[in-house]
């Protein structure tokens, strides 16, 4: 991850620590302005907080089945980590979604990724796990409230079988890191916020023309709205190699774009363009319940703010295709224990994007008419990138 940012790293008083204090001031006077506004406004303040906190929806299912199996869930080991599973359902239901597809009754992980915000806040890591990675399934409480049997199948099973909650317990199963907080977003919310903010930029090596997904693009900078990012993050066989590592490998680039995108100034400090990504990123999130209000997701990303884009780390789980069956995955080990034991332990990770390059965990070795000696190795590098990379570049 490179070097981490100490406490007095940019508190001088030029450069980089005079810039952050300048941006750090515009943001509360521009916060100030517009609560001031909304007191002047009296109850219409009210009513946009209670509409934007009455978007999200409290996941009390998966926080009952979780809690009735808390004593065998891993312990945090760090105060003031956190660790939010972020999950993109597949499902037709909803406004708009039964165009991707006819509603069999379940839905699936489209996408899972792993977020780590270290205990500084000064680091933020996104793993992404692959829905066909072989894993074992709890038994997990159905949508009839029957149970299943434990399972060896593909990780994107758990959704299915047993939604947010069977999810969880089998991310913890598989990396014994706890999860604080979880989010579900559908096809929906992903586009209305992506629109929200205008479209998302992102380089195209070679032009796009994908029926399935609807995508016809040229090379090189294009701005994507909704519909196209979300043809563009889902889309698989067509673009690449046709890998899902390659398409989860794109979902990446284009989050980090997109948490750019969102960070940029012309959104933050406009209350104009501001209210409308509020909105759009409420309105189809699902929550465990303490992050299901407009507080309880502040008092989440309130420490975000000041992380360098450099220091938005994504990549995926090491993993290889599965010795049974070449069009699934299985983990790469000894590399993903050493991420999971980072990620437990709130260690810094380090991404390449030309990885994966395992430290080589150094043996002991005698040295001459001396006691046997220990070398100090690198940590590990993991293949990935970050949200300050440029994906032109």
């Avoid at 204090?21 to 007191?39: E, P, Q, S």
């Avoid at 074992?136 to 939604?163: E, K, V, Y």
């Avoid at 909650?165 to 089998?170: D, F, G, K, V, W």
């Amino acid at each position: 991850m490179g070097n981490r940012v100490g406490p007095g790293a940019g508190s001088s008083a030029s450069g980089r620590g005079l810039v952050r204090r300048r941006r750090r001031r515009w943001v509360r006077i521009t916060a100030f302005g517009v609560t001031g506004a909304l007191v002047a406004a009296g109850g219409v303040g009210w009513a946009v907080y209670a509409k934007l906190s009455g978007n999200i929806t409290p996941d009390e299912a998966a926080a009952a089945e979780l809690a009735r199996y808390d004593r065998e869930r891993p312990t945090s080991l760090v105060k003031d980590a956190r660790n939010i599973l972020l999950i993109g359902s597949d499902s037709r239901e909803g406004t708009g979604n039964a165009r991707y597809g006819r509603d069999s009754g379940t839905e699936r992980s489209d996408t899972t990724i792993l977020l780590h915000l270290s205990a500084g806040r000064d680091n933020a890591t996104a793993v992404s796990i692959p829905r066909d990675l072989m894993v074992d399934l709890p038994a997990c409480r159905r949508p009839d409230g029957s149970r299943s049997a434990p399972r060896f199948a593909m990780f994107n099973q758990a959704f299915q079988i047993g939604g947010s909650a069977c999810t969880i317990r089998t991310v913890e199963k598989l990396t014994d890191v706890r999860v604080d907080h979880h989010v579900v977003v559908d096809f929906h919310g992903f586009k209305a916020m992506v629109d929200a903010v205008d479209g998302v930029e992102v380089c195209l090596r070679q032009p796009i023309d994908d029926r399935a997904a609807k995508l016809r693009l040229p090379a090189g900078r294009v701005t994507l709205n909704g519909e196209q990012a979300l043809g563009y993050v889902r889309a698989r066989k067509t673009l690449g190699d046709g890998s899902d590592t390659e398409r989860m490998e794109r979902q990446q680039r284009f989050l980090g774009a997109l948490v750019n995108k969102v960070r940029s100034n012309d959104v933050l400090l406009n209350p104009a363009k501001l209210y409308p990504v509020l909105d759009a990123a409420t309105s189809s999130l699902t929550t465990d319940p303490e992050l299901a209000s407009l507080r309880g997701l502040y008092a989440l990303v309130r420490g975000l703010r000041d992380i360098p884009m450099e220091q938005v780390q994504f990549l995926t789980v090491p993993r290889e295709s599965y010795a049974y069956d070449a069009n699934r995955d299985q983990l790469v080990e000894p590399a993903a224990r050493r991420l999971f034991e980072r990620l437990r332990t709130d260690t810094p990770v380090v991404v390449k994007d030309n990885g994966p390059r395992e430290g080589s965990y150094g043996d002991s070795y005698p040295g001459p008419f001396r006691e046997p000696a220990v070398t100090v190795s690198p940590p590990p590098t993991f293949r990935g990138n970050t949200a300050a990379e440029d994906t032109c570049g």
